[in-house]
């Protein structure tokens, strides 16, 4: 069992950046591979990077790549997302996840976080 939370969202012009934090309770942290996902109005969530438990492999939407970086801490319990460059159409909640396996798909991941709001203005 483990349980996230976001922080990190907020209102952001065009090109600016951001950085999403999750963290996560409970001690089998290093267990889990860790997922981004968003979700934009009126949409279905959708994937945008995870990492596996080491932290070696990433894996990208490839509307964020180049953008966005995922990385985490397994001594500390977090996993971050740092987005650069940022667009109107990156708008959406925003999801910190966990999964027993690296994925990139949404019905693998059995814990998420309540989410957090992010909203870029052009």
């Known amino acids: 069992q483990v349980q996230l939370v976001e922080s990190g969202g907020g209102l952001v012009q065009a090109g600016g950046s951001l950085r999403l934090s999750c963290a996560a309770s409970?001690?089998?942290?290093?267990?889990?591979?860790m997922g981004w996902f968003r979700q934009p109005p009126g949409t279905e969530r959708e994937f945008v990077a995870t990492i596996s438990r080491s932290g070696i492999s990433t894996s990208y939407a490839d509307s964020v790549k180049g953008r966005f970086t995922i990385y985490r801490d397994n001594a500390k319990n977090t996993v971050a997302l740092r987005m650069n460059s940022l667009r109107p159409e990156d708008t959406a909640v925003y999801y910190c996840?966990?999964?027993?396996?690296?994925?990139?798909?949404?019905?693998?991941?059995?814990?998420w976080g309540q989410g957090t709001q992010v909203t870029v203005s052009s």
């Open positions: 996840a966990a999964s027993a396996r690296y994925s990139t798909t949404v019905r693998d991941y059995n814990y």
């Open positions: 409970g001690r089998t942290f290093s267990s889990y591979a």
